[in-house]
């Protein structure tokens, strides 16, 4: 009996442990993404919900927070919802956003969708053929020895970037209704998004 305590109390340990370590790792990455954007080029672009591009801005030396004065808290000043709004200073230039989806994403990845929707139009592209299957095959060159691809979309579904990479992992980053993802040690911010992530043998 005293062995079978044991064994619950070592087995309950192991689980707080791992699950403190998860949470720690969370917080790393997301600090670490903090930290490898300053002084980093990206690429900050919204979208509107057929995926069009609203804006796009290019710079250096990125932060991105959540503007806490629109959380919602409670008496004794504890947070209850978080803020959707975000701030983001580029290059010194500061940028205050709500609403629609917004991509950050690092320089040296290359958004696919992006090459292809230049030669392909979109609008007149056969929705009832599987899309990220077709436009994978037909961007080989890009694809070529790449394990695994991410799907971005916009709120109401529509495809807006694709990007590709052997290593990706993602992350909380602390923001309401946002992902941090890290390819091949380039990182993507995704505000109000849809994404998948897929093993590219799926696609292919």
Not at 28 to 52: C, F, P
């Amino acid at each position: 009996m005293k062995r079978k305590k044991m064994n619950i109390v070592l087995i309950a340990g192991a689980l707080c442990i791992t699950m403190l370590s998860g949470c720690a790792l969370l917080k790393n990455e997301a600090g670490k993404m903090k930290e490898k954007l300053k002084g980093r080029t990206a690429i900050v672009q919204t979208y509107d919900e057929e995926s069009n591009i609203i804006d796009s801005i290019k710079g250096k030396s990125i932060s991105i927070s959540s503007e806490d004065k629109f959380a919602v808290k409670d008496k004794e000043g504890n947070t209850t919802q978080q803020s959707s709004v975000i701030s983001l200073t580029i290059g010194g230039k500061s940028m205050v956003h709500v609403g629609s989806s917004l991509v950050l994403y690092e320089e040296g990845l290359t958004d696919v969708f992006n090459e292809y929707s230049k030669t392909v139009n979109i609008k007149n592209f056969d929705r009832s053929t599987p899309f990220i299957n077709t436009m994978i095959n037909k961007m080989k060159n890009i694809t070529t020895g790449k394990s695994k691809a991410i799907l971005i979309r916009s709120q109401s579904g529509k495809p807006l970037a694709t990007f590709v990479g052997d290593n990706v992992s993602y992350f909380a980053t602390g923001i309401d209704k946002s992902t941090g993802i890290l390819i091949d040690g380039k990182y993507i911010f995704i505000y109000r998004c849809d994404y998948t992530i897929y093993d590219l043998d799926l696609l292919e």
